[in-house]
């Protein structure tokens, strides 16, 4: 599989304004903050600007139209080139949003301008190309292919590169699938020298990579009608994500970058995470046993935990993930439910 990175200031540009608007629970808030701290604080104009921005973001969501082609608006951004990509939201979204969205830009250039350093994005971004030479890289993308993607696999993913403000100790790469099944986006910071950031970093390209192939292959679409079948409501209350999206996050998190394929490929280095996960997903059971109280973020845990045997079997034989692996992820979460 061939891996084709992308940088250009209109995505990172989108990336900042969407971020600061807070529009969704995935935003990063300490991403926000080093920026803050950096360019000054919002003005009144600005952060109404932001809540205009957050509102349009918001009308189309992560959500999907009857082809089944994401609607979030992110994607003309990120997979498009700058003329495109005004062309293409301007064919998607009312006259009137796009030139709000116009507007936001304009305002927010010149706080843009002073974090946006596209040398120090280049040099990030040939560090983790250097590491997807390693052959134990290439042997992990060559798994996930096999696990996530099936008989027919991806020959090429486009990344999407966002420069992250963070740097030091404890600080890792993320990323996201919400653009599509052919490109992903993933956001470096100024990773640490050795340590388990770095492992963990190229665990979460690969976690992305993952859900990608995942997408393409009508996974969420199976995870869906056995939610449905299970009497699973599509939004579980008190969960910021849909019920797909957890069953989603779990089956994938299984394996990398904490699970299977995390501990094979990263080795100790990524151990006493997986444990940290596993503790707390025993104590989630315990609580679910004796409460049925259920945190988003423990349950999380808890279903990595239960799933890491059956991910490990799956591994081991180059299974690909099937409506059985999809069903017992279901059937945890039916059971965390107390359904």
Sequence with gaps: ??????????????????????????????????????????????????????????????????????????????????????????????????????????????????????????????????????????????????LFGGPAITKKIFIVVLISPLAGEGVTAAGSANNGDQCITYEIPKLKNGGWERDYSMGVLAHEIAHALFSKKGGEKEIAKIIKKENIPAHIKGFPTSAVSVINE?????????????????????????????????????????????????IRKYLIWQLYPLAVIYGRQSKSIDAYFIRQAVLLLKNALGK
């Design 1 to 146: 599989m061939k891996l084709r990175f992308i940088t250009s200031k209109i995505e990172n540009q989108f990336f900042f304004i969407a971020n600061l608007s807070e529009w969704h629970f995935s935003c990063r808030l300490d991403y926000n903050q080093a920026w803050i701290e950096e360019t000054g604080a919002l003005s009144n104009e600005e952060k109404r600007k932001l809540k205009v921005f957050a509102s349009i973001l918001q009308k189309h969501g992560f959500t999907y139209d009857k082809n089944g082609k994401t609607k979030y608006i992110g994607k003309y951004f990120y997979c498009y080139s700058e003329e495109k990509a005004w062309e293409e939201l301007g064919k998607n979204i009312t006259k009137k949003e796009a030139l709000r969205i116009k507007n936001v830009f304009k305002i927010f250039e010149p706080r843009f301008e002073k974090t946006w350093n596209p040398q120090e994005l280049a040099a990030r971004v040939k560090t983790i190309q250097s590491f997807t030479k390693e052959k134990r890289w290439k042997e992990l993308v060559q798994r996930v292919n096999i």
């Design 250 to 298: 779990a089956i994938t998190e299984s394996f990398i970058p904490l699970g299977y394929l995390g501990q094979k490929y990263a080795g100790r280095d990524l151990a006493p995470l997986l444990l940290d996960n596993s503790d707390k997903g025993w104590l989630t059971e315990e609580k679910t046993k004796k409460e049925r109280g259920i945190n988003y973020r423990n």
